[in-house]
């Protein structure tokens, strides 16, 4: 009963909390990281997991920066823009 109650609290926070929590931080979609957690696990493991966010963000700033990959930068996440630059200029004496 113990070993059930605990695979189920952990089974709900890795599938379903973390990737909420961290995908609305990084702006990448849930669906996405539950799947690259998923996908991680089976091929890695527990690494695989550990690594699987930190990679598919990569991927997205990837994507997002290379013109014809762009539309799978979306499917990953919202476009993050780019801070603009302030420019500082003097005042105008006059």
Known sequence: L????YM??????????????VGSKVNINPLFTI??????ELVWGI???VLALP???????IFDHIE??????MLIGE???PRKRRIRSTPKKG
């Open 2 to 5: 113990i070993l059930a109650t």
């Open 47 to 49: 690494p695989g997991m």
């Open 79 to 81: 476009r993050i823009e």
């Open 35 to 40: 799947v690259s957690l998923v996908a991680a």
């Open 8 to 21: 189920l609290v952990q089974f709900i926070q890795t599938y379903l909390l973390e990737p909420l929590v």
């Open 68 to 73: 014809p990959l762009q539309p799978y930068g």
């Open 55 to 61: 990679l598919l963000g990569i991927l997205k700033i």
